[in-house]
């Protein structure tokens, strides 16, 4: 029975599923946490709500793809900091709004790509028909998440003087966090995803956006090369100094009262 980290067990998922699902799970638990972090601070009311819709949307998701793992309260709050396998770019504080919609458009753009593709990849890869399934059913909430982000990037990119300063600020700060998104997920077939192609559409998709935000691609999308970027290694456990911070105040309920029941 295959084991993921923290001690839970996978009986429903081979090991590689596994790894896989928690990679994707922890993708989407950690940027809900962080778009909730806005609660209380939003800029005006209806993104008070428009942002924790999406925390919402990406909460569910964490929660199927752990189902397919084990225990997912285990999983989120039993776990220690290196056994964490999410993407650097979605730990990354919320800044300013700027900075929360750059690293939202970054994720949205890529996750519904990936989604795309991982909806029917049970069809060749069985053993992948639990993930297809969460693929399939988050979809439509990647489209509203990546149309959200880029409204926002192109209402701020082409607005003030002051906001245009301020999201190309963000779209720059954070394109360092963007080249993990293209590195192979453990787990996941030889083959069945390819990152080249990810890479090249994403630069489209993100490119178009910023371009109609009358903003340009950090100098490094002239060249859809891999060491274009600076790859993170959120994957293999190394995070960045906040992630820490973030991981003890969301576990720190939990931790304080083990066993307890609400």
């Known amino acids: 029975m295959p084991t993921a980290p923290g001690g839970t067990a996978a009986p429903e998922a081979d090991a590689e599923t596994a790894r896989a699902a928690l990679a994707l799970g922890d993708d989407a638990l950690v940027l809900s946490h962080r778009?909730?972090?806005w609660a209380g601070d939003a800029p005006v009311l209806e993104e008070e709500v428009a942002l924790a819709n999406l925390a919402l949307d990406l909460l569910g998701q964490a929660r199927n793809l752990y189902a397919i793992v084990g225990d997912e309260d285990a999983?989120?709050?039993?776990?220690?900091?290196?056994?964490?396998?999410?993407?650097?770019?979605?730990?990354?504080?919320?800044?300013?709004?700027?900075?929360?919609?750059?690293?939202?458009?970054?994720?949205?753009?890529?996750?519904e790509l990936l989604y795309a593709e991982l909806a029917g990849a049970d069809r060749e890869h069985p053993r992948l028909a639990p993930i297809a399934a969460v693929a399939a059913k988050a979809l439509p909430e990647l489209a509203y998440h990546r149309d959200h982000a880029a409204t926002w990037t192109v209402r701020l990119g082409d607005g003030t003087g002051e906001s245009t300063r301020r999201m190309r600020s963000a779209v720059d700060a954070l394109w360092r966090y963007t080249g993990e998104l293209f590195e192979p997920i453990d787990g996941l077939p030889t083959g069945l995803i390819d990152p080249t192609a990810?890479?090249?559409?994403?630069?489209?998709?993100?490119?178009?956006?910023?371009?109609?935000?009358?903003?340009?691609?950090?100098?490094?999308?002239?060249?859809?090369?891999?060491?274009?970027?600076?790859?993170?290694?959120?994957?293999?456990?190394?995070?960045?100094?906040?992630?820490?911070?973030?991981?003890?105040?969301?576990?720190?309920?939990?931790?304080?009262?083990?066993?307890?029941?609400?």
């Open 35 to 37: 778009l909730t972090e």
């Open 75 to 111: 999983l989120a709050f039993r776990r220690e900091e290196r056994e964490f396998r999410n993407l650097q770019l979605v730990e990354q504080p919320n800044g300013d709004f700027a900075h929360t919609i750059a690293r939202q458009l970054y994720f949205s753009v890529h996750r």
């Open 198 to 262: 990810h890479r090249d559409a994403w630069l489209r998709r993100v490119g178009g956006v910023l371009e109609e935000a009358r903003l340009a691609l950090p100098d490094a999308g002239a060249a859809p090369d891999r060491d274009a970027w600076t790859a993170g290694a959120g994957r293999q456990g190394l995070h960045t100094e906040p992630f820490g911070r973030m991981l003890a105040e969301m576990q720190h309920l939990h931790r304080s009262h083990p066993g307890a029941s609400w």
